[in-house]
């Protein structure tokens, strides 16, 4: 099937573009970025034409990576259905944000560095899905990890920009170094990393009721989907992280790379079933994360940060999902929010672009009439987002909902009220945006084609995504569980979100002024956190890193062994110098003594042989 | 084969030529001596070479001693064009003359 044409198509993208863009033209530009994208989307579905119905894993080697000892990498692809949807998410939604990234940094420099990076995070993300063994997932897990803090600091001469980007790197090594250590522990337990062997391996396991190294090892790749999925206590950098152009925002930072932390989660199923007690962690923090993120979200006047808030708390249910043993559902989830996140990124773009790069809230209002069709894309998502029935939001974060009730009804009703939450803080920023009075200064128009086009489709999707019945389809490998609960617990989720829209219409449009006492009293939160990161991780690692990592082993012994060593070889070296005399008889009786000292030599340790 | 030379007396007739070629090349001054007491050295050695061939029947020495002799001849055209490089330079043929070569 030639799996490794997937990725390599957009890898050829980032090699022309990286190499010749500066000298290219935009169109050359466009055709390669979006080109080779495009040409990746239609082999994976030529593929799973191809495959289907694709009842088993399909395999591919290509050759062996490392070979030592037992350690035996290969470089494998593998396509089941879980990897199916991710590959339809990542290269389906990645085409259309490239579509309309071409219109949105039409202005912006630095175009041809922009579609290369974008192209080699395609690159970075289909390796990760297609991975069959820990370690090649992790190298696209590090890949990805780059473009992003490469795509945050795009704009590289804002010190802000920098900063987000080293940000998003670090707290990411947290993660990271948390997934390493769960990988050399899966070598250890499991002698292999291939994903066939170990889950295998894992199944004939008993259930771990008290912490074993299964536990371990999910909790440790728990960190790692921390980390990359912005989850507490590693949720941080994501807010920041909107400091790049808004596609990336939308492609990386909502529909697809935070997204590989659940992707990663739902793929060791085999090992999180066995641990009861690593489940449970992940469905708290997934519900930490949702319910926190939500009331942060309520509080922020930047419309990106909104959103990038409601992709943490989405994230988080997503969380919920896959601890509470939904896996599909968190699946199912992944993917309508890949659709309706997405688009409202490319909308939120798309009003900044048409207001000439204002991003605030307080500086918007009534654009409806200025932008229609982005306004009426941008309710499509915000319906969805919401829970309102028949969208693509309400089916899958209804499952999660249903699911949480019958793992504990408590997280359900927890999730339940962050449902109306989200509806309330979405709208409100919705309403904000594009109804009242203009309250800016700058002449609102609508984009052109190449940006709203991408948005239609997406509005599409995020209404009828909903009727891709993602849970059925990963029956195989997730199966479901078929249980009844009360109408009560079916449908409050839709009656939150239909509350949530109908109080920030209140709030915002009807009676403007509630809110501000609100806002103000909660605006604290978010610096809070941030103010604890700083005095219990940042501070004493600077401190610990000046006076020992740094006077101590760097200066120390790193330094000191590196001069160490140069200064004795000068030191020798001058002496022995001196035998280069200059005069050739010299060195001949040198030779003559040399060879005498050899024969001695032979002499005393006996025969030659 | 009754009277033949006994192997020993080659290799002492070898031992003498190598140790005269080392002691020229250590004491002379004059380049030309120098280059000449480097032959004498190689040509003591392919003498212990035949020597050995012809005692012990094998011809393996016959052909090291060709090579031997091969890049003897390569290294004296190489040496004497550098010894005229030399003299057309400093106009000397004192080794100890030419030492700018050195620490």
């Known amino acids: 099937m030639n799996l490794w044409l997937i990725p390599i198509f957009p890898f050829l993208g980032f090699l022309l573009n990286g190499l010749f863009g500066r000298r290219l033209p935009k169109a050359l530009i466009n055709t390669f970025a979006i080109g080779s994208v ?140 948390g997934f390493s250590l769960a990988i050399f522990l899966i070598f250890r337990q499991f002698g292999s990393l291939d994903f066939s062997r170990v889950f295998d391996s894992a199944k004939s396991m008993p259930n771990e009721t008290s912490a074993g190294i299964l536990t371990t090892i999910c909790l440790l790749l728990l960190v790692g989907a921390t980390g990359k999925s912005a989850q507490i206590p590693l949720f941080v950098w994501l807010p920041d992280a909107m ?78 999902g896959v601890g509470v043993g939904a896996f599909s559902a968190g699946i199912f989830h992944l993917m309508t929010h890949a659709f309706f996140k997405a688009l409202l990124f490319l909308g939120a773009g798309a009003v900044i672009h ?44 209804d499952l999660i909902l249903e699911a949480a009730y019958h793992y504990a009804p408590w997280i359900y009703w927890v999730g339940t009220l962050t449902a109306g939450l989200t509806a309330f803080y979405v709208w409100r920023a919705l309403f904000l945006c ?67 829209i109908a109080l920030a219409y209140v709030c915002y449009v009807a009676r403007p002024g509630i809110a501000d006492a609100f806002t103000n009293a909660l605006s604290g939160l978010y610096k809070l956190f941030d103010q604890i990161y700083d005095a219990v991780i940042v501070r004493p690692l600077i401190g610990l890193s000046r006076a020992v990592l740094w006077k101590g082993v760097d200066a120390g012994v790193i330094d000191g062994t590196v001069n160490g060593i140069g200064a004795r070889s000068r030191g020798i070296g001058a002496i022995l110098r001196l035998l280069q005399s200059g005069y050739i008889r010299s060195y001949a009786a040198w030779v003559v003594l040399g060879s005498v000292l050899v024969l001695i030599a032979i002499g005393f340790a006996g025969e030659v042989r | 084969m009754q009277n033949a030379v006994p192997l020993s007396w080659y290799l002492i007739l070898s031992a003498i030529l190598f140790g005269l070629g080392v002691a ?69 043929l004192m080794i100890d003359d030419v030492s700018s070569m050195k620490y």
């Open chain 1, 354 to 397: 048409g207001l000439h790069g204002e991003q605030d809230l307080r500086h918007m209002g009534g654009l409806f009439k200025y932008m229609k069709i982005t306004a009426i894309t941008l309710f499509c998502a915000g319906l969805a987002i919401a829970g309102i029935p028949f969208t693509s939001g309400a089916a899958s974060k």
């Open chain 1, 243 to 320: 400091a790049g152009p808004t596609p990336v925002s939308a492609l990386i930072h909502a529909a697809t790379m935070v997204t590989a932390g659940v992707y990663m989660t739902t793929r060791s199923a085999a090992l999180f079933t066995h641990s009861p007690i690593a489940m449970e962690t992940v469905a708290v923090i997934g519900l930490a994360t949702a319910v926190f993120a939500a009331i942060i979200g309520l509080t922020q006047n930047d419309i990106k940060k909104v959103f990038a808030y409601s992709t943490v708390s989405q994230l988080g249910y997503m969380f919920v």
């Open chain 1, 38 to 177: 495009t040409l990746s989307f239609l082999w994976v579905v030529k593929t799973l034409f191809a495959l289907s119905p694709l009842e088993t894993k399909y395999i591919e080697h290509y050759f062996t990576w490392i070979q030592s000892g037992s350690l035996n990498i290969g470089v494998d692809f593998s396509v089941d259905r879980l990897t199916a949807v991710m590959l339809l998410v990542v290269t389906g939604v990645g085409t259309l944000i490239h579509i309309y990234a071409a219109g949105y940094m039409d202005h912006e420099g630095g175009y041809y560095r922009f579609f290369s990076y974008l192209n080699l995070f395609m690159f970075f993300m289909l390796v990760l899905v297609l991975a069959q063994n820990f370690l090649l997932l992790f190298v696209g897990w590090e890949g990805v990890g780059l473009c992003s803090y490469l795509l945050i600091g795009f704009y590289f001469l804002e010190q802000f920009a920098t900063n987000a980007g080293n940000k998003a790197f670090i707290v990411n090594r947290v993660g990271d170094f």
């Open chain 1, 434 to 500: 594009f109804f009242g009075e203009y309250r800016g200064h700058a002449h609102p128009h609508e984009s052109p084609a190449v940006m709203w086009a991408p948005l239609a489709v997406l509005a599409v999707l995020s209404l009828g995504g909903g009727f891709i019945n993602v849970p059925n389809f990963l029956e195989p490998l997730y199966p479901l569980h078929e249980e009844t609960e009360p109408a009560l617990v079916r449908y409050l989720p839709f009656a939150m979100g239909f509350g949530g």
């Open chain 2, 24 to 92: 020229g090349f250590i004491y002379r001054r004059n380049i030309i001596t120098v280059f000449m007491s480097i032959e004498l050295m190689l040509n003591a050695v392919n003498l212990s070479f035949i020597a050995f061939s012809y005692a012990l029947k094998r011809v393996d020495g016959h052909i090291f001693s060709f090579f031997v002799m091969v890049v003897a001849a390569a290294e004296a055209a190489v040496g004497l064009a550098i010894i005229l490089t030399v003299f057309k330079n400093r106009e000397t």
